[in-house]
C-alpha cells in the first residue's frame, strides 16, 4: 500500500507561481516506488497529464506547462515537486499526485493522491 500527501495549492494571479509536494509513504508489502508525477482535472473536463518522472529522472510534460512547469523528486524521500511559473487561469484545476509502485510479489499497482486545488485568477 502506498499513501500519497499532497500539500501547497492555492490561489494565485494570473503570471504568479506555486509549487505542490508530494509524499510518498510505502507500505511493507511495496517494494519500490516507479514513477511519480502529476494529474489535474478542471471543472468539466476529464483528468489529464501534467507532468511525470521516472525513478531515473525522465521526465516527461504535457505541452501545455513545457517550459512552465518543472518536476522533480527525491528517490531517497518518495517526495515528488512540481514548480509551477507563469501560471495562467487555466491551469485552475484540482491536482492529483500519482505513482507507481512495485509490490513484493513483483506486481505494479498505481496510486493517487487526494487532490489539491489550484486556482489562477485572471
Known amino acids: 500500500q502506498v499513501q500519497l500527501v499532497e500539500s501547497g495549492g492555492g490561489l494565485v494571479q494570473a503570471g504568479g507561481s506555486l509549487r505542490l509536494s508530494c509524499a510518498a509513504s510505502v507500505g511493507r508489502s511495496m517494494f519500490s516506488i516507479n514513477s511519480m508525477g502529476w494529474y489535474r482535472q478542471a471543472p468539466g473536463k476529464q483528468r489529464e497529464l501534467v507532468a511525470t518522472v521516472t525513478s531515473g529522472d525522465i521526465t516527461n510534460y504535457s505541452d501545455s506547462v513545457k517550459g512552465r512547469f518543472t518536476i522533480s523528486r527525491d528517490n531517497a524521500k518518495n517526495t515528488v515537486s512540481l514548480q509551477m511559473n507563469r501560471l495562467q487561469p487555466e491551469d485552475t484545476g484540482v491536482y492529483y499526485c500519482?505513482?507507481?509502485?512495485?509490490?513484493?510479489?513483483?506486481?505494479?499497482?498505481?496510486?493517487w493522491g487526494q487532490g489539491t486545488q489550484v486556482t489562477v485568477s485572471s
Open positions: 500519482w505513482t507507481i509502485a512495485t509490490g513484493l510479489g513483483g506486481g505494479r499497482f498505481q496510486y
